[in-house]
């Protein structure tokens, strides 16, 4: 943030008419902010006027006026003849409270600016005193969450929540501040100005990203490529630039959703993800419980479990399935699309149609990735000195009778907990495995499927209907497997993975994404 003491000369506030043609702006939309009919710390829609804001003129004969379509405007251009301006547009002072953060908002448009990022401005004053000398106060630029652009029609944009968190409990004073030339001036109309308080979003909650991140936060915290808005409506990010990859660590972080009165509530989105070197650790989705703004360090996040993200080969989003939020529903949470790259490979990830609603998923019954530990599973080593872990680093099942650089024998078993499965009247289990090292032609016998009825005391041997090569490290999908209608309808079923191996050979299983969906 830049901080300038502003040091004029003692000027007058002019209140001079605009003396372009009103009649060339096009009618505003309605303020995105219900401002008649909800509580604000502060708010002001300049419907009937410039309200309790003040003026102040320090060079230019142009100013902030009123307009008849309900905004507010400012342009140095008059009948096409640019002049030079400085004009300040300024709130009254406003009390921000100490016990909660705050945030503010307007409805804008900007246009035909020669430098807009240094012409159209925004600033914060903690010591501005309307009485006082205008040149006696020190302000602080502050930003709106996308950077303004010049846009093409009239339309307006909402700023986003711009955060104020800096100030809890402090008497601030908001300036917009219009620069214009002789050369170029554009124009600025601004339809309101609201400061509140940070609240969560209720449930159902949506972001389509069609053209803004909305209440979505896009952190950076490495690397010089982020997270934007594409101009064909979804947000994306890729390290992929000028046919070169760049190492990149970005988050799109939601705002904080209210979940404390739902007992059950699922995730959806549309995206694609392609050119990954491992999407299963560089996109990724994670939720936090205290994370308020600002690096994501700055928070506690926990890793939501969904499906594998896999390069579907083409640039077409589709919809994800139902991510059950079974960890965060009785509380405040934020939800993040976490990207990393690096300067060996560098994927690109595209999102739209962002929706959180109350309910349990209806598209899945059990989910386990195997990308934070073993879950709910258990080991059961019948033989050897090896067993089923978890690969941390690669994210997934293992287990594998090579050790000391020879083969073991071994018999060991990763076993599902119960499956309620009472209600069910139809169901498949699928998963993606990879075996390697070991004799193919006992692939088979040695790398099996269980299932039980009766809570592990009795197993049926099942058959796989997708095996893999058998000498690569490919992960294949074992394809839909039915389960029986004896195994539906109870809430004491089982599912196993029975590994075997000798003396004389010993593969390695791995093993992650087991679904059981209708």
Not at 78 to 83: I, K, L, M, Q, S
Not at 242 to 269: C, G, H, R, Y
Request: with cysteine; glycine share 6%; aromatic share 14%.
């Amino acid at each position: 943030m830049k901080t300038l003491k502003l040091l004029y000369l003692i000027v007058g506030s002019l209140f001079l008419s605009l003396t372009a043609c009103d009649g060339i702006i096009d009618p505003a939309p309605s303020p995105s902010e219900k401002i008649d009919s909800e509580t604000y710390i502060y708010s002001q829609t300049f419907k009937n006027g410039i309200g309790d804001f003040t003026q102040y003129n320090d060079s230019g004969k142009q100013v902030w006026t009123p307009s008849s379509n309900q905004y507010v405007m400012i342009s140095g251009n008059v009948d096409n003849v640019p002049y030079a301006n400085v004009d300040w547009f300024i709130s009254p002072a406003i009390t921000l409270p100490n016990a909660v953060s705050s945030v503010m908002t307007f409805d804008f448009v900007t246009r035909d600016f020669a430098d807009l990022a240094n012409e159209a401005t925004i600033w914060i004053s903690e010591d501005y005193n309307k009485d006082s000398l205008f040149s006696k106060a020190t302000w602080t630029q502050i930003f709106t969450v996308e950077a303004m652009v010049n846009a093409a029609g009239w339309n307006m944009t909402n700023a986003g929540d711009i955060s104020l968190k800096a100030y809890m409990g402090k008497k601030i004073t908001i300036a917009f501040k219009y620069v214009s030339s002789n050369n170029q001036a554009g124009t600025w109309q601004l339809k309101n100005f609201v400061v509140k308080e940070r609240k969560p979003v209720s449930l159902p909650y949506s972001e389509t990203f069609a053209a803004s991140k909305g209440k979505f936060s896009a952190i950076n915290v490495s690397g010089a490529q982020y997270w934007l808005i594409d101009s064909h409506g979804y947000a994306t990010i890729s390290g992929y630039v000028s046919s070169v990859n760049n190492a990149n660590e970005d988050w799109l972080i939601s705002p904080q959703i209210d979940m404390t009165k739902v007992a059950k509530a699922k995730l959806t989105f549309d995206h694609v993800a392609r050119y990954f070197a491992n999407p299963k650790t560089e996109a990724t989705l994670w939720y936090s419980e205290n994370y308020d703004e600002g690096l994501p360090s700055t928070a506690t996040w926990k890793q939501l479990k969904t499906y594998a993200i896999s390069d579907p080969g083409n640039w077409t989003l589709s919809t994800s399935h139902e991510i059950g939020l079974d960890s965060c529903v009785g509380k405040k949470v934020s939800i993040a699309f976490k990207y990393i790259s690096t300067a060996t490979k560098a994927g690109t990830w595209e999102l739209k149609n962002f929706y959180v609603q109350e309910g349990a998923p209806s598209d899945i019954y059990f989910f386990e990735a195997f990308d934070e530990s073993l879950g709910k599973f258990t080991t059961n080593n019948v033989l050897g000195a090896q067993t089923w872990y978890f690969n941390s680093s690669s994210k997934y099942a293992i287990v594998s009778g090579f050790a000391n650089s020879v083969s073991n024998a071994n018999e060991d078993w990763l076993i599902s907990p119960s499956i309620d499965m009472i209600g069910k009247t139809a169901a498949k289990l699928s998963f993606d495995h990879t075996i390697n090292k070991g004799l193919v032609a006992n692939m088979q016998a040695n790398h099996t499927l269980w299932f039980s009825a009766d809570n592990g005391t009795t197993w049926e041997q099942i058959t796989i209907p997708t095996y893999p090569a058998g000498n690569t490290w490919t992960f294949v999908n074992s394809g839909n497997i039915v389960i029986p209608d004896k195994f539906l309808g109870i809430n004491t079923f089982k599912f196993a993975f029975k590994y075997l191996c000798s003396t004389a050979e010993s593969a390695s299983w791995e093993m992650r994404n087991i679904i059981i969906k209708p």
